[in-house]
């Protein structure tokens, strides 16, 4: 069975994105998947959204085509994964991240 996770270091190495991002974006794609939002999605397109979340909220933000590049997957693939999570977004971050940017100012798609 492959997981999030076993994308998620190489991914968020190969951005340059610190391990805070990486341990938030972890957490993200875990309890998305707990919580059944996205159910149906590949493991990299969670991944791959959850990264972009955790970026978003964090001073080192990733664009949709950054990480599809390293992710081999489309923006539209990143986008329809990050829609399923959004309104989630509170209940999926873990409790100790430090945000930059608040939940409600993420991007809506």
Do not use: W
């Not at 076993?6 to 190495?13: G, L, P």
């Not at 957490?27 to 791959?48: F, Q």
């Not at 994964?81 to 999926?92: C, D, E, I, V």
């Amino acid at each position: 069975l492959i997981t999030t996770g076993d994308f998620m270091s190489r991914f968020c190495s190969n951005l340059g994105l610190p391990i805070m991002v990486q341990r938030a974006a972890t957490h993200i794609a875990r309890r998305a998947v707990e919580m059944d939002i996205v159910a149906g999605r590949s493991p990299i397109s969670v991944a791959a959204a959850a990264i972009y979340m955790a970026s978003q909220a964090s001073e080192d933000k990733r664009s949709q085509k950054e990480i599809g590049d390293i992710a081999g997957v489309a923006d539209v693939t990143i986008r329809h994964s990050y829609k399923l999570m959004y309104p989630h977004a509170a209940a999926l971050f873990p409790s100790e991240f430090t945000f930059t940017t608040p939940i409600d100012q993420l991007p809506t798609m």
